[in-house]
């Protein structure tokens, strides 16, 4: 079956602009991630949902980023006021589920953001 | 508090030389390790995982929890092994539960 999906591929937006980074998780995934990729950075976690909620927002970076997810399947990211620094590529993976037996995480093809 | 570590940000062997990637790890409880690769235009795709014990494509990683290490190895290195390879944990409680947490990655070149 597909695998994770992302969109859009590429989003090159300018400083002060809110954007929204949309995942689709594999169907019947329970759990859903969001990673952030950067240079020299590696791969930041920034929240993870169970379902509709969200146990683990500890690695978003400020109150400029939030996520949602509705209907237990597709999640969106939503930066506000998006500055220089935000420019990465932001990863999606899902799961069949979480906790204390590890699910292998898909990961999707990613966004890549740019904020010029 | 977790942590994973790859000290070498770019690594290059020659075909058919033996490779090593190094992952250390800090963490209070009993993690799961692994192993997760990206080939170029690919997506990110988990390699290995410690509590499987096998290998794939020819690689392994022994996790030493006295020298809190699970280092990367392959006797005999391919050009179709150059990727960036991540050391990720996974922690066995609470939050650390539903997350991974990744090194910085490293860029294995494989020249012929």
């Known amino acids: 079956g597909a695998g994770v999906s992302q969109s859009p591929s590429n989003k090159v937006t300018e400083k002060g602009k809110d954007v929204e980074l949309r995942c689709d998780p594999i169907s019947g995934h329970t759990a859903l991630y969001w990673y952030r990729q950067s240079l020299g950075q590696g791969l930041e976690f920034l929240i993870y949902?169970?379902?509709?909620?969200?146990?683990?927002k500890s690695g978003l970076p400020s109150d400029r980023f939030s996520a949602e997810r509705t209907g237990g399947s597709v999640s969106t990211l939503t930066i506000q006021r998006t500055q220089q620094e935000d420019s990465a590529v932001y990863l999606c993976a899902s799961s069949l589920g979480s906790g204390t037996a590890h699910y292998e995480q898909y990961f999707g093809p990613g966004t890549r953001l740019t904020v010029t | 508090a977790q942590r994973v570590t790859q000290p070498e940000k770019l690594l290059s062997v020659f075909k058919g030389a033996p490779v090593e990637l190094k992952c250390n790890y800090s963490?209070?409880?009993?993690?799961?390790l692994f192993w997760y690769v990206q080939y170029s235009r690919q997506r990110l795709q988990l390699l290995l995982r410690h509590i499987s014990r096998e290998s794939i494509k020819g690689f392994t990683a022994d996790l030493n929890k006295g020298e809190t290490s699970f280092h990367l190895k392959k006797p005999f290195a391919q050009e179709e092994d150059s990727a960036m390879y991540y050391c990720a944990l996974r922690g066995d409680r609470g939050s650390t539960l539903g997350r991974l947490y990744f090194g910085r990655g490293t860029q294995l070149t494989v020249w012929p």
């Open positions: 949902f169970q379902g509709n909620s969200a146990p683990d």
């Open positions: 963490y209070s409880g009993s993690p799961e």
